[in-house]
């Protein structure tokens, strides 16, 4: 990706944040409800730790195959009835994420070759930002995103590559692996639900689509 494209895209992910939803559906096509949501969008945007959501995943030209693979991911929080549209290009709706990832030996260099592996006190947050997200929903509340909270962390860096950098939280585990330079983290995120939206086992899987988020406010550098 090209980088006027990454940071138009992180441009987009600032609107997104701010005015939280759009309307791509029509109205009362999908019963619009609170069910299986998390912290309100503000609580969302800014991690206790000052970390925002700046990262973005996105599945450009794929649609209908990302809004496949985002209703897999909520099915852990609630129906695929209750999740509306969401952008696979980031696009006043979408799916964004925020990292605080430590390495045991310190700070990530990015010109370094040696191998370093990922602190297990790492954290990573997902919002998904659908359609109904910022409205009032049936019973008189704010419609608040999707998030997902992620505790718990292993991985390896070599060089400048990641593979198999896994999160895992209450819900499940979701995983991210690719490369970095100076600027970008990029790459392909999958996720893997413990469970279902109704409590029953297992849940969903799959891969979620491609991800960037600045390299040096998802990893501490210094």
Known sequence: MELTKLVRQITV???????LGGCTKQEGATPITTSGRGV??????????GRTLNGWVFS??????????VVGLVDSK???????????????????????????SGVLNVNSSTQMNIRSDS?????VVDEYTGRIAQDGKKVEAFSFDYNQASGTI???TIRNLTFTGPTGSVTLSGSFDSKYFRGTISYDNR??????SPGAAGVLGDF???TCEFFRCQ
């Not at 992910?13 to 005015?19: I, P, R, W």
């Not at 450009?60 to 693979?69: K, M, R, V, W």
């Not at 129906?79 to 390495?103: I, P, Q, R």
Request: proline content about 4%; charged content about 10%; glycine content about 12%.
């Open 78 to 104: 609630a129906s695929a009835d209750y999740v509306g549209f969401v952008s696979a290009e980031a696009n006043g709706t979408g799916v964004f994420l925020a990292g605080k990832v430590e390495l045991q």
């Open 40 to 49: 309100s969008p503000a609580g969302a945007a800014t991690l206790a730790n």
């Open 60 to 69: 450009p030209g794929n649609q209908d195959l990302f809004q496949e693979a």
């Open 158 to 160: 070599s060089g400048n």
């Open 212 to 214: 960037a988020v600045p």
């Open 123 to 127: 954290a990573l947050v997902i919002a």
């Open 13 to 19: 992910a600032a609107f997104a944040l701010a005015v």
């Open 195 to 200: 469970i279902r939206y109704d409590g029953s």
